[in-house]
């Protein structure tokens, strides 16, 4: 018996000394098992403690217990039914996020697509010191735009619409912020996708932009949901430019806006139990984009699309 388990163990053995990897023993595995549970139990307690905090009515900021006596619900009731003292609703202040982050989102998307798409493909004059320049801004903090996005935003006024004191206004300056990313993001996939593929559609008669339409967009799915992702995520949570240019006006709020509200001046003033349920209703959203966008993200689609 000793001797046939060797002789299995034997192929085994000699493929992973041949691949240059050390035996997966015992003592390793134990050592590997105990770092993965302790990463994981110190990534989920501030979640499971977030979760106790929301469920727990003595509305106490240290829950002394992961299951607090008389759990209930009556939190996210509360938050769902008046989130702040302000004459705003849940839902009004959900659907501002909503439009802030689906637009920043979609412009990322468009915007940085077209321009990667020329950046990684088409030659022209200043070329490389555009990207330079792009890369530049990606290094520059966003708050470093605060003061000039807020004086030029407020001189478009058409009758009494201003720019800067709208939704739009408050995804448009997001957006610069977050096209540089988007640009290098996508350039960088695009420059992996084989230049073949669009030689054979040009032969086929197809044009430049129908081969960008038909043939890069496609291959380059994974990118493009991985921006729409971090997109949709920077407008979900944006709240400086928010506060800044929305302050004045609560029927623009967002989430973010009316979460940061209910922090009182002194800690005691906190409504900790409904704070806690705030805070998990508005990270719902980002965790329902990131499973409908998983497989897209987890999936490459170009890399091997052209056999030697």
């Known amino acids: 018996m000793t001797a046939q388990v060797a002789a299995t163990r034997a192929p085994a053995v000699a493929a992973t000394r041949a691949s240059g990897k050390r035996p997966f023993t015992w003592g390793r595995q134990l050592v590997l098992q105990i770092v993965c549970i302790a990463i994981a139990v110190t990534v989920l307690f501030p979640m499971v403690w977030i979760l106790a905090m929301s469920l727990d009515p003595r509305n106490i900021a240290r829950p002394d217990s992961l299951f607090p006596p008389g759990a209930s619900l009556d939190a996210y009731a509360r938050v769902i039914a008046q989130p702040t003292l302000n004459p705003v609703s849940f839902i009004r202040l959900a659907l501002n996020s909503v439009i802030i982050a689906v637009l920043i989102s979609a412009a990322s998307v468009t915007i940085g697509a077209f321009a990667a798409y020329a950046f990684s493909r088409l030659q022209f004059r200043g070329r490389e010191f555009l990207m330079i320049a792009i890369l530049a801004v990606l ?6 735009a605060l003061a000039p996005l807020f004086v030029m935003l407020g001189k478009f006024q058409v009758g009494t619409f201003n720019l800067r004191s709208s939704l739009f206004g408050v995804a448009l300056a ?22 073949e593929l669009e030689e054979a559609a040009t032969v086929d ?10 043939v890069i967009l496609p291959l380059a799915t994974p990118v493009l949901a991985v921006t729409a992702f971090f997109g949709f995520i920077a407008g979900w949570t944006e709240f400086q430019f928010s506060y800044l240019f929305l302050i004045g006006d609560t029927q623009n709020w967002t989430l973010a806006m009316a979460l940061n509200g209910m922090v009182g001046q002194y800690a005691a003033s906190t409504p900790w139990s409904s ?19 998983q497989k897209y993200i987890v999936s490459g689609l170009a890399i091997g699309g052209v056999k030697g």
């Open 205 to 214: 008669g197809a044009s430049r932009f129908q081969t960008f339409r038909l």
């Open 275 to 293: 704070f806690a349920a705030f805070s998990i209703l508005v990270a719902l959203p980002v965790m329902l984009v990131y499973i409908l966008l």
């Open 139 to 144: 290094m520059l903090p966003a708050v470093a």
């Open 174 to 195: 997001v957006t610069a912020s977050q096209l540089p990313f988007a640009i290098w993001n996508i350039k960088g996939y695009l420059d992996t996708i084989p230049r």
